[in-house]
């Protein structure tokens, strides 16, 4: 199995900065895409960050210039720094890896358990 153990979510004024962590654990063979995804009751899961094994990395446009997403291939963890925070950013954040397990043929999509975010003077 895989397990991806989110950190880092809280409650923040506007304006400041959170700083999120996913670690991946478990058979893993291989890891290519991790990112991180938001989302509010009633809405849809939305795109926050992506990144590759490679360092290719794509956000949304409502985060560009504010949140930064990065990775340690060697600890299979991915980060996301996220300064300005706003109001609207206020959801639950979720981690994604795209995992290629031991002596399995192919990738799988998985996914954590969430992290709170609150954005609120």
């Known amino acids: 199995q895989v397990q991806l153990v989110e950190s880092g979510g809280g409650l923040v004024q506007p304006g400041e900065s959170l700083r999120l962590s996913c670690a991946a654990s478990?058979?893993?063979?291989?890891?290519?895409?991790m990112g991180w995804y938001r989302q509010v009751p009633g809405k849809q899961r939305e795109l926050v960050a992506t990144t590759t094994s490679g360092g290719s990395t794509n956000y949304a446009d409502s985060v560009k210039g504010r949140f930064t997403i990065s990775r340690d291939n060697a600890k299979n963890t991915v980060y996301l720094q996220m300064n300005g925070l706003k109001p609207e950013d206020t959801a639950v954040y979720y981690c994604?890896?795209?995992?290629?397990?031991?002596?399995?043929?192919?990738?799988?999509?998985?996914w954590g358990q969430g992290t709170q975010v609150t954005v609120s003077s």
């Open positions: 994604n890896a795209v995992v290629r397990r031991m002596y399995a043929l192919g990738y799988g999509d998985y």
């Open positions: 478990g058979s893993i063979f291989s890891i290519n895409a």
